[in-house]
């Protein structure tokens, strides 16, 4: 199947990104959000995408235009996948909040529609009766800041067809991305099963008082080299989605260190409008977060 027109349902940090790579390689994208005041954000958030395509793609202005201008947005479900051949889901981690969104997208999308979640850390398998269409509905799940870090983990679960799995992984490609096909369900795909331990093992250090966020990243970077350490990339990811995934982890698992961290996402940072980077400030105040400083990895 050729996908012409793709519709990506949330625009929060990722899903607006989402969008514009999808753009900026020649589809027709349509944003769907659930008020005008979230399409605004996401207009917002497009616009600041162009000069890191200009700078790190080295995109010409009329390239990131033109991008601009296949993208059109919409509060209305049924308007915004009238046509679409593919819908990427990118609303937060949150189980029942997905569930009730696959049961009415399955409702106005049509028939031939293919979905894919780009869930983090849940499972295709946990959605596609949901869906309606399991045959049609997998994971497919990228990176933040795309443009650069242009991974695409394409998962299916036991019912999808072969072709739609495989048609996705040619559609990864056709925008940009490094397809990495996925033969079986893994929670947290590849990148996040190597990379949430890491961030969970950091914020346990955190909560539990052991260093603080500038000590613990220090010692990430200095050890291995990294140019970030586990509080910067959580600022790249963005802090309500780490709250999120630690309050899903506290309910499911009753660990209370994992209750902590999620209370203390919350009350140092989500509710004070520290959500990372994309607000300019999280763990770290941006544009010049203290990682970045000279003197940062000295002693």
Excluded: C
């Excluded at 958030?45 to 033109?66: C, F, G, S, W």
């Excluded at 189980?95 to 983090?120: C, H, I, R, W």
């Excluded at 596609?128 to 799940?141: D, I, N, S, V």
């Amino acid at each position: 199947m050729d996908y012409t027109n793709i519709t990506v349902a949330g625009s929060g940090v990722l899903g607006s990104q989402i969008a514009y790579q999808i753009a900026f390689k020649g589809f027709n994208v349509s944003i769907y959000d659930i008020n005008d005041d979230a399409l605004d954000r996401a207009k917002e958030r497009i616009m600041e995408l162009k000069p890191h395509y200009q700078a790190d793609l080295k995109a010409t202005e009329d390239e990131v235009n033109k991008a601009y201008q296949r993208i059109s947005y919409h509060s209305n479900l049924s308007e915004a996948v009238a046509t679409a051949d593919l819908v990427i889901e990118a609303i937060p981690e949150v189980v029942q909040m997905k569930l009730d969104f696959y049961k009415e997208l399955g409702k106005v999308a049509p028939k031939e529609t293919v979905f894919a979640t780009n869930s983090s850390t849940l499972l295709p398998s946990q959605f596609a009766e949901a869906t309606g269409r399991p045959e049609k509905f997998l994971a497919l799940h990228f990176a933040n800041e795309i443009w650069k870090n242009n991974t695409a983990e394409i998962m299916k679960h036991p019912g999808t067809d072969t072709h739609v799995f495989n048609d996705v992984i040619e559609f990864a490609k056709a925008i940009g991305m490094v397809a990495l096909p996925l033969n079986k369900e893994q929670p947290g795909y590849i990148l996040n099963s190597l990379l949430v331990p890491l961030l969970d093992a950091a914020q346990q250090l955190l909560v539990k008082e052991v260093a603080d966020v500038q000590t613990i990243d220090k010692t990430w970077m200095v050890a291995t080299g990294a140019p970030m350490g586990p509080f910067a990339i959580l600022d790249v990811v963005g802090i309500n989605t780490a709250y999120n995934i630690g309050l899903a982890k506290a309910e499911s698992s009753g660990d209370p260190t994992f209750k902590k961290i999620a209370e203390t996402l919350k009350t140092e940072y989500v509710d004070k409008g520290k959500l990372g980077r994309a607000t300019g400030e999280g763990f770290y105040k941006y544009p010049n977060p203290d990682f970045t400083q000279p003197n940062f990895l000295k002693s």
